[in-house]
């Protein structure tokens, strides 16, 4: 394939200028053109094996045997001449082999330089080849703690959906008990009305059953019927007044227990809290340590891809 033309005066631009910062005492190297051109192994040395050819003078061709009609016509004075010729033609041909060895010497030299300018980027590119397969391992450890920060964000997340929800139930049941003990604060209030009354109304039944029976004292047989009438009713009140504190009693003990699960659902409540708190704690420290994976991942990627340009140079 041909070489751009375009490269090819970079090539000899910056051999020229390499050439002439060397005082011209010796010819570039290939790796020294290719990086100062910045080009590729390939065109740099195609380019600068034309570059030296043009810097080496090229000897002329000789004839090297006389024609047997010259030397037949004019043998004296033409083998003078042809001595002289020779003689001429030899050191053409001394120079031409000098020029010649000369050449080799420079292809010796620029073959050295190639190979030393291969190794050298062979060195570098598996320089590069470590760095990048290094970012990679990274890259991929990186992906994965950044999968394992994800599966844990999200088991964060759905704990304090959980949390929430639970603090939502223990709010709500606070509420029912709350209410259900006002309720019951009611109930109480009024089962105390009742035994208040009905312990008046005992309290007059026994007064009016204590003054008919003053009353009644002298009239035996019917003191004891209306006695006996007013024994029945005070029995019957009685049993009311037990019955009403009876049904007092299990008020009592009813409010008690409402009054203990409503002080459970404010300790469940409050906890709830407390947990929803520490687990957004949770989620915005696993936020902060996804950034800073993140940001390290992106960072190794970047080195990457500078290792793998500097390789492909």
Do not use: C
């Not at 631009?13 to 005082?23: I, P, R, V």
């Not at 030899?90 to 050295?112: C, F, I, P």
């Not at 990186?142 to 394992?148: F, G, L, Q, S």
């Not at 459970?264 to 915005?284: C, H, P, W």
Request: no cysteine; hydrophobic share 45%; net charge negative.
């Amino acid at each position: 394939m041909e070489m751009n033309k375009d490269t090819r005066d970079r090539i000899f631009a910056a051999a020229d200028a390499l050439f002439e910062q060397a005082g011209r005492a010796g010819f570039p190297t290939v790796d020294a053109v290719r990086k100062t051109a910045k080009v590729s192994m390939g065109d740099a040395s195609n380019a600068m094996k034309e570059w030296r050819r043009a810097q080496t003078a090229q000897a002329a061709p000789v004839a090297i045997q006389v024609p047997e009609a010259v030397e037949q016509l004019h043998s004296q004075a033409l083998a003078a001449l042809w001595q002289a010729a020779q003689d001429m033609a030899n050191e053409s041909l001394r120079a031409a082999q000098a020029g010649w060895e000369a050449e080799r010497v420079e292809a010796d030299t620029l073959n050295k330089q190639l190979a030393d300018a291969y190794e050298a980027q062979a060195a570098e590119l598996e320089i590069a080849q470590a760095k990048i397969t290094e970012v990679e391992a990274q890259r991929v450890e990186a992906a994965n703690h950044a999968v394992e920060l994800a599966g844990q964000l999200e088991e964060t997340r759905l704990a304090l959906a959980d949390a929430k929800s639970a603090a939502e139930r223990a709010e709500a049941r606070a509420v029912e008990i709350e209410r259900r003990a006002t309720d019951l604060r009611a109930e109480l209030d009024h089962a105390h009305r009742d035994v208040d009354q009905v312990r008046a109304e005992l309290s007059a039944a026994k007064a009016r059953a204590e003054q008919d029976a003053a009353t009644l004292a002298d009239t035996r047989e019917a003191g004891a019927v209306l006695a006996d009438t007013l024994r029945a009713q005070l029995a019957t009140v009685t049993a009311q007044a037990e019955a009403a504190q009876g049904t007092h009693q299990e008020q009592r003990k009813a409010f008690a227990v409402m009054q203990s699960e409503l002080d459970q659902a404010r300790k469940e409540a409050s906890q709830a809290r407390e947990d929803a708190a520490t687990l957004r704690g949770q989620v915005g420290a696993m936020k902060d340590q996804q950034a800073a994976m993140l940001d390290a991942f992106k960072t190794a990627a970047k080195d990457g891809e500078q290792g793998h340009g500097k390789a492909k140079k």
